[in-house]
């Protein structure tokens, strides 16, 4: 092999090596890119997590809510038909006391 060829063949093989970094460098910078990508992700995935409880909480809370009304409406119902016990027939038809104790029952899902 002549000089000429083993220059030109140290060349081709360097050139092929310079080829190969920048293959590697090409990579590495793709790889950060995806990091950051995924870094975005998650974060992204982690404050709608964050939403999620909050509005679970919220809804928790409001059933809590909803369910001490419903009792005290049971319990109201309750008296209401104690007390109107004490009242004659005629003035629990002036009054309407069935009409209302259907309006309190219905609002308890109870018509």
Excluded: C
């Amino acid at each position: 092999m002549t000089k000429d060829e083993e220059f030109d063949m140290t060349i081709a093989y360097l050139r092929g090596k310079g080829e190969a970094l920048d293959e590697v460098n090409r990579l590495k910078t793709e790889i950060e890119r995806l990091r950051a990508e995924l870094a975005e992700v998650y974060e992204e995935r982690d404050a709608a997590i964050n939403e999620a409880d909050k509005w679970a909480h919220h809804w928790e809370v409001e059933e809590n809510i909803a369910e001490r009304l419903r009792e005290a409406l049971h319990e109201a119902i309750d008296e209401v038909e104690a007390w109107a016990s004490y009242a004659s027939p005629a003035m629990q038809e002036k009054h309407d006391l069935e009409g209302v104790l259907t309006k309190l029952r219905s609002a308890l899902g109870k018509g």
